[in-house]
C-alpha cells in the first residue's frame, strides 16, 4: 500500500529565507508526486507535479521539489519566502500505472508560516 | 478561465435533514471526485465518477450518495447528516485517473449541522 509522510506539522521560517517542507513516499515502482497548497476556507490549488524525466520540478508561485528516488523523497522548497506563502501544503502520490483506477493518497499537510 | 465551482460556499443544515451539495466544471474534465476534509485535515476521498462510472471508496458511509447528471454537474447529497459530518467537502476534477494527471479542486463547501 502507498503511503505519504509530511513529518512536521508546521514549518516557521523568516521572510526573505530558503524554505523547505519535507515529504517522504512509500510506494512500489516508480510514482507520480504532487504538491498543493491551500489557503483558509479555500480548496487545494496544484503547485508542482513530477512524472518523469528531470529530478528538479518547478512549479508555480517560485516553488521547485526534488525528486530522490533513493531516498524517497520529494522535498518543497523556494529560496526566498513570502508572507503570503504562508498556508498548508500537501504532499500527494499516487502508484504508477498498472491499470485501472490508482488512487492518490494525501499526506496530513504541513502548515507554513512566514513570518516578516 | 476554466475552473472548478461549488455551490453554496457555506451551507447550514439540521440534523438528519437531507442536503444536497453541487459542482460544476467547464475544464470537460472525464474525472470528477468529491472529498471530506475535517480541520485542516487530508482531504478524505468518499468517491469518484470516470466518465459516468460511479466508484464509491469502500469506507465512506451509506448516507453519502453522488450524482452526475452530465460531464460538467456532480452532486453530493448526504441523506441524513449527523454532527460528525460537519465537514468541508471539495469537488476536484481531473483529465484521467490512471496516470499522473493534478487534480483540479474548487473552493468548497463548508458544512454546519446543527
Known amino acids: 500500500a502507498q503511503s505519504v509522510a509530511q513529518p512536521e506539522d508546521q514549518v516557521n521560517v523568516a521572510e526573505g529565507n530558503p524554505l523547505t517542507v519535507k515529504c517522504t513516499y512509500s510506494?512500489?515502482?516508480?510514482?507520480?508526486l504532487f504538491w498543493y497548497v491551500q489557503y483558509p476556507n479555500r480548496g487545494l490549488q496544484f503547485l508542482l507535479k513530477?512524472?518523469?524525466?528531470?529530478?528538479l520540478v518547478k512549479g508555480s508561485y517560485g516553488f521547485e521539489a526534488e525528486f530522490n528516488k533513493s531516498q524517497t523523497s520529494f522535498h518543497l522548497k523556494k529560496p526566498s519566502a513570502l508572507v503570503s506563502d504562508s498556508a498548508l501544503y500537501f504532499c500527494?502520490?499516487?502508484?504508477?500505472?498498472?491499470?485501472?483506477?490508482?488512487?492518490?493518497?494525501f499526506g496530513t499537510g504541513t502548515k507554513l508560516q512566514v513570518i516578516p | 478561465d476554466a475552473m472548478v465551482i461549488q455551490n453554496p460556499r457555506y451551507q447550514v443544515t439540521q440534523f438528519g435533514k437531507p442536503v444536497t451539495l453541487s459542482c460544476s466544471q467547464t475544464?470537460?474534465?472525464?474525472?470528477m471526485y468529491w472529498y471530506q476534509q475535517k480541520s485542516s485535515q487530508a482531504p478524505k476521498l468518499l468517491f469518484h465518477?470516470?466518465?459516468?462510472?460511479?466508484?464509491n471508496e469502500a469506507d465512506t458511509p451509506d448516507n453519502f450518495q453522488s450524482r452526475r447528471p452530465n460531464t460538467s454537474f456532480c452532486f453530493l447529497d448526504i441523506r441524513s447528516p449527523g454532527l460528525g459530518d460537519a465537514a468541508m467537502y471539495l469537488c476536484?476534477?481531473?483529465?484521467?485517473?490512471?496516470?499522473?494527471?493534478?487534480?483540479?479542486f474548487g473552493p468548497g463547501t463548508r458544512l454546519t449541522v446543527t
Open positions: 475544464l470537460n474534465h472525464n474525472v
Open positions: 500527494a502520490v499516487r502508484p504508477p500505472f498498472s491499470g485501472g483506477y490508482q488512487k492518490v493518497t
Open positions: 465518477y470516470y466518465d459516468k462510472d460511479f466508484n
Open positions: 476536484a476534477t481531473s483529465r484521467d485517473s490512471q496516470i499522473g494527471y493534478e487534480q483540479y
Open positions: 513530477y512524472i518523469t524525466g528531470d529530478n
Open positions: 510506494v512500489s515502482g516508480n510514482p507520480y
